[in-house]
Structure formats: structure tokens, C-alpha cells
């Protein structure tokens, strides 16, 4: 058996630490800032063929931590390749569809050009409303229309002439009758010189006082005249008909080749898709709308009033709507939308409520979103913003599908939402960039069969870089560039050493660097405050050490609570002594931010039976999948080793005492194999031992997380209680190269106050926890007396016995 010497890891391996001399370190004021992207080569090269293939579905999925340097990256990419340097992305005008109101028109000019447009339209239409008034008001049109009007009413007086004249001949006169509140034309027989109606005479007739002969002659003479009458009627109203064309006519004539010259010079001067047809409207409803550019006494009685009604505006229509304007744009747009809801995205159709209190909305309504302003560029969005918005993956899987940009006229959360306008689409050509965890990404590559086809590329960041020279010197020039942006204290070499043992410490292993540089720069900001503090000219190291101290202190409240009732005795942990079937796990827990170690006592009890392993955890519901695999993995060394020529007759449970919360994770699965070893065997464990470590099958023990965090968690509980020298943990050996523990415990290490051990297998781990040989199997798959296996072995024989007797398997019942 190895003496526990040969087990103790060397102080020189608890923690990497830079050499003040090293020639990869030097103070922020003897090197230049950094200037490059440092340690994601392979984002970079995947960010690059993204951004240069310009073809739908090439979009750019970037998978990283917090702090890892995506989004910089991304805009830095951008432009050292020159992506921004191409062509200028167009206006976007949205203007009235005279045929379809419901769907208005986009005009795309070049950038700069859409507000040109729009002031050249707006100054057409004030214009035309001082020269079409002027015209119609001008001497040669008011002749022309006078004359008209007065051929017009010669034609009516001659027909009104003739029509009383054949009135008169034949004994009738033109009256006025009386119809309500109206009067309406009607002729009467004239009696005895005097004009009377039909139905006095109708009277008279049937009285007797008037001939029945002459009666039945004036009325069937009255039939014949109202009979004219209404055609005169008639043939009046077609009169006027045909003056009023005539007069539109000679209005649209004298009117549309001023329209037309106006609108021809807009034409000429900008160059869009649709614009003639769109001009062609406006010269059409102009002209059909002339009476728009008169000002009537209506309006002019209107204004005078003290409180005018709104009207709607009639020259409302010829309006231009420019949702993106590009003039003062120097390159292709780069976006960051921080906030990325529906609206935000893919922009809105904004209503108002008019004095009726009905909602109204029209084509001057729509407002674009981040992606018209991004369109002919590239789009950055935040995945996780992206997903929890309603709507909003859907919309952009939808866009980036079709590329069509739509401008939907309700928003998803709106209780009233209506669909009133559809604006015509808009052609996309746009790079969309989407930031997310790595979660996040595989969630969606597996749940949602359109992600792949939209985002073709994945630049995944890492969270470490090699710890080598180059890196280390990058590290160095990223603490100058932090030092000059935040305009902090200089750095000496002691300074930047702590920085790098604290990105080492992040990265969790000696030979790695952390990427997560947002870490590394709050660290800095702190130091470089207490420093100022001590009045000090520049950091040292001891202001690097008291700035993650001080971070620590202030979000350790929890770990502070758990030592307390551990010191307490309300949480029993026992580090002294040696107790049979009990050890002391190890446990991190994880608050977020912040993540600590703490002891944790694991029992097993053994008994007679055939139930095997009992996992507690997992009969209570608190086992976690990993666990539990855990659990069964020893089964599986357990029948290895002592079940080849009996069957593995025991009940075993474990318990995780005082854990009420969940247990996950195979960390502790070594620790389980030394308490039931123990419990069976009968022999004590050293409870100033804290163990972590994963086993396989064989009996190997594997690497686990958290061992930093899980020593200095033991040895904090041993120190609050008095270092006695044999304190320690037991961790894997393939751990080893991860260990960056704190200084705290390094010292006492070296001063011979707390041990920690390395083991590689089950037999090593049993034998520092009792001090007794495990033992080697011998050829007839025995062990050895007076080893642990060996009396293991004799209790698994004892409790086959204990229940073949009890069970009623003895000779009788065999026969």
C-alpha cells in the first residue's frame, strides 16, 4: 500500500502563477493597445464567409457567452472587410394607390433622393393650387365659359318660350302649385280670364255648373301639356348635363397641360419602379377633382368660424409617405436593434380616431422598422429578445423566407387588432446576425425544422483561448485598450500577472485563458478604484486580489448563510474522527452569478436482502437523471467486483442527509462506492476528508466540475473549526491540471495545515479514507485477509446466508 505522501498533490500544481520577471508581462504603459479580435479564430472565419456570401439563407447565427466579444467582433468584421463600403441602400416612399386605397404603393429611390421627392410633390401641389384658380379665374376661360353658359340658358328660355306659347294658344296658363314646403310648376285652363285649377273645374262639373263636354276637352288638353311638360322637363335636365360636361371639358382642357407639364418635369427628374404609373394617377384625379383647387364660400365661411370643423384635407392624397430616408447615409446601414418587438421590427400602421370616434388610418400612417432601415445592409438582433417577443420569430422566419419585407397592420398583442391597409412588400436584401446562447441555438436547430435553411452559418465563440505566449501578451494589450477607453490607473506587471491567474481561474484549467473579456474589464474598473483608494499611483496585484475579494464579499450571502449553520451544528458535518458508512461529499452550488463548494454527508446503510442499491434521492423525487445514472454505475462496479461467483445479495441505501432541494450530477459517485465499502466492511471512514470525484464501471475515477470551489469549500469549514494538519480533500488526478485554488489555501498547503490528495481508481481512494489495503483479487477470485475487499466479500457471503435461512432456501426446501 502507498503511503498518503505519495497521493499529496505538490503545492507548485494547486495554482499556476505568473512569473514577475516573465517576459510575457509587462505594465499597461510599455505596451500599445490592443487592436484585435483575440482567440476566436474560428468565429471569425465563419463570420467571414457569412457576411461574403450574399444569397438568401446565408444569415449568421453567432453562439456564445456573455462577454465573449460577439457583437464587437461582428461590427469589427464588418468593417475591416469593407461590407459597408458598397452601394448605398434606397429611399423608401409609401404613396396612394388611387385604384386600390387599401394597398398602397412603394416607390424606392436612390439615398437622398425620396426627400427630394417628396418636397418636389408637395411643392407641385401648392402650385397647381395658385395656378388652377388663377386659370379658371382668367379672362379668356371666363369668356369661354360664359359663352357656353349663355348658349346654354338661350336654348332653355327657348325651349320654356315655346312651351307657353303653346300653353297660351290653347287657353292655358303657367301657375306656380303649392307641394308641402315646395312650389312646382303646373299649367291651368283659363276660365273667364282667370286661371283655374283642374280640380275647382271638376267640381263645378259635377255640380252642374259647368258643361261636362267642355270639361272632358280641357282635360284630356291638360294631359297633353303636362305630358310636354315633364319632357321639357327632362330635355332641361340634359341641357344641363350637357353643360356641365361641356364645362368640364373645357376646364380639363385649358387645365391638364399645365397639370401635365408639372407633373412631367417631377417625371423627368427621379427615376423609380412604378413612379409614371403613380403620376399618371395624380394627373387623372387632379383632373377629375378640380373643384378641390376652388375656394368656395363654404370654406371660406368655415375659417371664419371660431371653432372650424376639421375637415379631411382633399389634397391629403398627394402626400409622400418616406418611411426611410438615406440622405445623410455614408455607408451601408449596420443595426443594432436592442428592443425587438413587432413594431420595432417590421414597423406599424399607426390609427387615429376621427371626430365620429371611428378609428382612421391611411397610407401617411406607415411607419417603417429596423429592418427597411437595415434593408441593403446587415440587422444585429438578440436571440433571446427575439424569441420572447410574440410574433417576432414567426415574422422573421416568414421575411427572411420570401424575401419580402411586409409591414402587417396589427400588432400581435393588440385586443384590437384589424387588418385596414396592405402596404405593397418591400424586396429584401439584408444579412440578419443573430446573438445567442448555445442553448438557444440548439433548441431551435432541433425544434424548428426553418431555422437551418435561414441561418446556413454558425460562428461559435468560445469561452478560452491557450494560455501560451502570445495569448498571455494579448492580454496584456487588451488591459492597455481597457486602461485608455475607461481612463483607469496604469497597471504594473504585478497587476496584470493577477489579471491573467484570474482569467485562468474563469477559464477553469491551467494551460486556458477565459475569452469572457466583459469579466476581465469589471475586474479591472474595481481594481483600479481601490487602488485609488490606497492613493496609489498605479494597480498592483494586491488591488486585483481585493477587487475579487470584495465582488465575492458581496454576493456571498448564501455560502455566508450555509458556513453558518454548518459551524452551527444545524447542518451536520463532521471533520474530525472516523465513522463507519459515512463520508463527507463535496457539492457546488450555483447562484448565477456566483457559484461556491460545500461539504455535504453522504450515508449508506447495509442490510440483508435483495433489493440492491436503494437510492433514497430517487425513491423521494429528488434524484436528477445524472444521478441516478450515478447510482447505477455503481451497481455495475459492485457486481464486478464481488459478484462474479455469487449473486450480490444486500440491501444498500444512500442517502444524501440534510438535502431537501434535488441532487443532480455524478460527482459523488465515487464518494457513494466508499461509504457502502465502508458500511459493509465495517470499518471507519476519515471524516477530516472531503471526497469528490465520478466513477465508471471499472472503478476508475473521472474528472468532475467545480473543484476549485468544492476544496475551498471544505477547507474554509476546517479552517472556521482549527486546521489540525490532517484535514484535506480527495479529488481525481485527471483534475489536477484544472486546480487554480485560492491563495488562501495554497499557503496553507505549503505550511502543512490541509492536504489535498490525487487518486486514479476506488482501491487508492479507500485505502487514504481507512488506511487499510484495499486488497488484489487472487486467481480463484478471492481477496486477501485483513483487506477491505476481503471483508467486504465476507459480509456479501453472511447476507447470501442470512436470507437463503430466512427465506426458506435450506436443504429441505432444495430437495
Keep these: ?29 510599455d505596451i500599445e493597445p490592443c487592436g484585435e479580435i483575440i482567440g476566436q479564430e474560428r468565429a471569425i472565419e465563419a463570420i467571414k464567409l457569412g457576411l461574403q456570401i450574399e444569397q438568401p439563407g446565408y444569415n449568421v447565427f453567432v453562439v456564445g457567452y456573455t462577454g465573449t466579444g460577439r457583437t464587437t467582433t461582428i461590427k469589427r468584421m464588418i468593417k475591416e472587410l469593407g461590407l459597408q463600403d458598397g452601394k448605398l441602400p434606397a429611399d423608401l416612399c409609401y404613396v396612394q394607390n388611387f385604384g386600390n386605397p387599401d394597398q ?129 322637363f327632362k330635355q332641361t335636365r340634359q341641357n344641363q348635363k350637357e353643360l356641365n360636361e361641356k364645362l368640364e371639358r373645357l376646364h380639363k382642357d385649358a387645365i391638364s397641360p399645365m397639370v401635365y407639364e408639372s407633373i412631367s418635369i417631377i417625371n423627368s427628374e427621379f427615376k423609380a419602379d412604378g413612379l409614371e404609373y403613380y403620376l399618371t394617377e395624380i394627373h387623372e384625379d387632379i383632373i377629375k377633382n378640380l373643384g378641390n383647387f376652388q375656394r368656395g364660400e363654404d370654406e371660406q365661411a368655415q375659417q371664419k368660424m371660431p371653432f372650424p370643423q376639421r375637415k379631411r384635407d382633399p389634397f391629403h392624397d398627394y402626400q409622400v409617405n418616406l418611411v426611410v430616408d438615406n440622405s445623410r447615409t455614408k455607408n451601408r446601414p449596420l443595426i443594432i436593434e436592442t428592443n425587438p418587438n413587432f413594431r420595432n421590427l417590421f414597423g406599424s400602421i399607426e390609427r387615429v380616431v376621427d371626430q365620429q370616434g371611428f378609428w382612421r388610418t391611411d397610407f401617411t400612417r406607415i411607419k417603417a422598422g429596423a429592418m427597411h432601415h437595415a434593408n441593403g445592409g446587415y440587422l444585429i438582433l438578440d436571440a433571446m429578445d427575439a424569441l420572447v417577443e410574440p410574433g417576432v420569430w414567426t415574422g422573421l422566419k416568414r421575411t427572411l423566407r420570401s424575401q419580402k419585407l411586409e409591414i402587417a397592420a396589427s400588432d400581435p398583442m393588440s385586443m384590437f387588432s384589424q387588418v385596414t391597409l396592405k402596404p405593397e412588400p418591400v424586396e429584401l436584401d439584408l444579412q440578419v446576425i443573430m446573438i445567442g446562447m448555445p442553448d438557444i441555438y440548439y433548441m431551435l436547430f432541433h425544434l424548428d425544422p426553418d431555422f437551418s435553411k ?48 484570474y482569467g485562468i481561474r474563469i477559464g477553469g484549467r491551467q494551460n486556458k485563458l477565459s475569452t469572457r473579456f466583459n469579466v476581465i474589464a469589471d475586474v479591472m474598473r474595481e481594481s483600479s478604484y481601490w487602488a485609488q483608494q490606497d492613493q496609489s499611483d498605479r494597480v498592483r496585484a494586491e488591488h486585483v486580489s481585493r477587487a475579487i475579494d470584495q465582488w465575492v464579499k458581496r454576493v456571498s450571502l448564501p455560502e455566508d448563510k450555509l458556513t453558518e449553520m454548518i459551524e452551527q451544528g444545524t447542518i451536520l458535518i463532521a471533520t474530525d474522527k472516523a465513522v463507519t458508512g459515512q463520508i463527507n461529499g463535496l457539492s457546488v452550488y450555483s447562484m448565477g452569478e456566483y457559484s461556491f463548494g460545500k ?14 442499491i436503494i437510492n433514497i434521492e430517487k425513491e423521494a423525487q429528488l434524484s436528477g437523471s445524472s444521478h441516478s445514472k450515478g447510482v447505477l454505475i455503481i451497481n455495475g462496479y459492485l457486481q464486478g467486483k464481488f459478484a462474479q461467483n455469487r449473486p450480490l445479495s444486500m440491501n444498500a441505501s444512500l442517502c444524501f442527509e440534510q438535502s431537501y432541494g434535488g441532487v443532480d450530477g455524478d460527482s ?55 486546521l489540525t494538519g490532517d484535514q484535506g480533500v480527495m479529488i481525481p488526478k485527471s483534475n489536477v491540471p484544472d486546480l487554480m485554488l485560492h491563495q488562501r489555501v495554497v499557503d496553507a498547503v505549503n505550511d502543512g495545515k490541509f492536504r489535498i490528495y490525487a487518486v486514479e481508481t476506488i482501491e487508492e481512494g479507500i485505502e487514504i479514507l481507512t488506511g ?27 447476507y447470501a446466508e442470512a436470507f437463503r435461512k430466512y427465506s426458506g432456501g435450506g436443504k429441505d426446501n432444495n430437495k
Design 454 to 501: 435561414i441561418f446556413k452559418v454558425k460562428a461559435d465563440f468560445d469561452t478560452v483561448i491557450e494560455r501560451n505566449e502570445d495569448s498571455m501578451k494579448k492580454y496584456n494589450a487588451f488591459a492597455r485598450k481597457i486602461v485608455d477607453e475607461h481612463k483607469l490607473l496604469p497597471f504594473d506587471q504585478s497587476g496584470i500577472g493577477a489579471l491573467i491567474e
Design 599 to 612: 461539504p455535504t454527508r453522504i450515508t449508506a446503510r447495509t442490510s440483508v436482502g435483495t433489493k440492491g
Design 1 to 29: 500500500m502507498k503511503s498518503l505522501q505519495e497521493f499529496e498533490i505538490p503545492v507548485d500544481k494547486l495554482r499556476w502563477k505568473c512569473k514577475q520577471d516573465s517576459k510575457d508581462l509587462c505594465a499597461t504603459d
Design 772 to 798: 487499510k489495503e484495499a486488497g488484489e483479487q487472487a486467481g480463484d477470485g478471492t481477496y486477501p485477509d485483513g483487506t477491505i475487499f476481503h471483508a467486504v466479500e465476507k459480509k456479501l457471503d453472511s
Design 104 to 232: 398602397p404603393r412603394v416607390l424606392q429611390f436612390p439615398a437622398g433622393e425620396g426627400a427630394k421627392f417628396r418636397d418636389e410633390m408637395k411643392n407641385m401641389v401648392e402650385q397647381l393650387r395658385e395656378q388652377i384658380p388663377a386659370m379658371m379665374e382668367s379672362d379668356e376661360l371666363r369668356n369661354r365659359r360664359k359663352s357656353i353658359i349663355e348658349e346654354y340658358e338661350e336654348r332653355q328660355k327657348s325651349l320654356i318660350r315655346d312651351f307657353e306659347k303653346r300653353v297660351k294658344d290653347r287657353d292655358f296658363a303657367m301657375t306656380q302649385v303649392q307641394m308641402g314646403q315646395m312650389m312646382r310648376p303646373d299649367v291651368n285652363p283659363v276660365i273667364s280670364g282667370n286661371p283655374t285649377p283642374l280640380s275647382e273645374l271638376e267640381a263645378k262639373t259635377e255640380a252642374g255648373e259647368f258643361p261636362k263636354e267642355r270639361y272632358d276637352e280641357i282635360k284630356a288638353t291638360y294631359d297633353e301639356l303636362a305630358e310636354e311638360m315633364v319632357q321639357l
Design 668 to 722: 459523488a459517485s465515487s464518494t457513494e462506492i466508499y461509504a457502502i465499502l465502508s458500511s459493509l466492511a465495517e470499518v471507519p471512514i476519515r471524516q477530516d476528508i472531503a471526497v469528490t470525484g465520478s466513477v465508471n464501471q471499472n472503478g476508475e475515477i473521472q474528472a468532475i466540475g467545480g473543484v476549485n470551489q468544492k476544496i475551498e469549500g471544505f477547507f474554509d469549514i476546517c479552517k472556521a473549526r482549527g
